[in-house]
């Protein structure tokens, strides 16, 4: 059932889940969730105005330093905080760093708006992922716990089979494509208790069996094109959002994208 609330703004704060990657769109920027999600709160809203913070590849301290302060200053109706993952993926990680710093993030965001958003985030079906759902886990039980302490709602994507199904997921297994960021798009809007487009949870067809060369050939492709890039800037200490600005860093009025909107669902 939908609830009447009606959010005038929307910030968005986190890394490439957040920032878009991989719904590219034409002039070759990411769109995304939020994306899609601000689009639909601004049809139920004139005058809607939205931020969106996040950058890709950043840790959740890094997240913390630039992004949580300029955020709460916004006073945005809704918030969405989406991070720690990142950290989880590296060879090493303190887990109870992870969680001081999103505990102060959401300390600092949870006052300064009417509703924080924090997220399980989706894990992809796979042996890679696999060597890293215990890390994962744990961090979301993090997430539990901080949400229930500042009365922040929990998205859980994670716990969709759907959002599992590789299909979802770019060839670089680390980002959703366009239908994957449409059904989390779904997914928040729900959880809001906005009237449901559609069951984002609902399985893709089932798949065409692939032969054994053909699923090798494509790990190959995946290691040489994503994951070897994706090792040597763990081991070197880069991140593939080093320099890049916020992807909308003013709460600004929304407008919709030139072009059609391929992946947007009515209201």
Not at 2 to 13: D, G, I, L, Q
Not at 116 to 145: H, I, N, Y
Not at 153 to 171: E, H, M
């Amino acid at each position: 059932m939908e609830t009447s609330a009606n959010y005038t703004s929307f910030v968005a704060v986190g890394d490439s889940f957040t920032e878009g990657m991989s719904d590219l769109l034409p002039d070759g920027s990411y769109r995304g969730w939020a994306d899609l999600l601000a689009a639909r709160l601004a049809a139920r809203s004139p005058g809607f105005r939205y931020a969106n913070l996040a950058v890709r590849g950043k840790l959740i301290g890094q997240i913390v330093d630039e992004q949580v302060a300029p955020a709460a200053a916004m006073r945005a109706d809704l918030v969405t905080l989406v991070g720690g993952l990142n950290d989880a993926l590296r060879p090493s990680c303190d887990m109870g760093g992870v969680r001081a710093r999103l505990e102060e993030a959401a300390a600092a965001l949870a006052p300064s708006c009417r509703r924080l958003v924090l997220m399980r985030s989706p894990g992809r079906s796979g042996p890679v992922m696999d060597r890293f759902r215990p890390r994962m886990e744990e961090l979301f039980a993090v997430v539990d716990a901080v949400a229930a302490r500042h009365g922040a709602l929990v998205v859980d994507l994670y716990g969709s089979g759907a959002l599992g199904d590789p299909r979802l997921w770019d060839a670089d297994r680390l980002h959703l494509t366009a239908e994957g960021h449409r059904r989390v798009a779904e997914a928040v809007w729900q959880a809001l208790g906005l009237t449901a487009g559609d069951d984002w949870r609902t399985p893709l067809p089932p798949a065409a069996p692939v032969g054994w060369a053909a699923r090798r050939a494509d790990d190959l492709r995946f290691a040489r094109r994503h994951l070897g890039p994706w090792v040597g800037r763990r081991l070197t200490g880069r991140s593939s959002g080093d320099g890049l600005p916020a992807k909308r860093p003013e709460l600004l009025p929304y407008e919709p994208p030139p072009g059609p909107d391929r992946a947007e669902r009515p209201s």
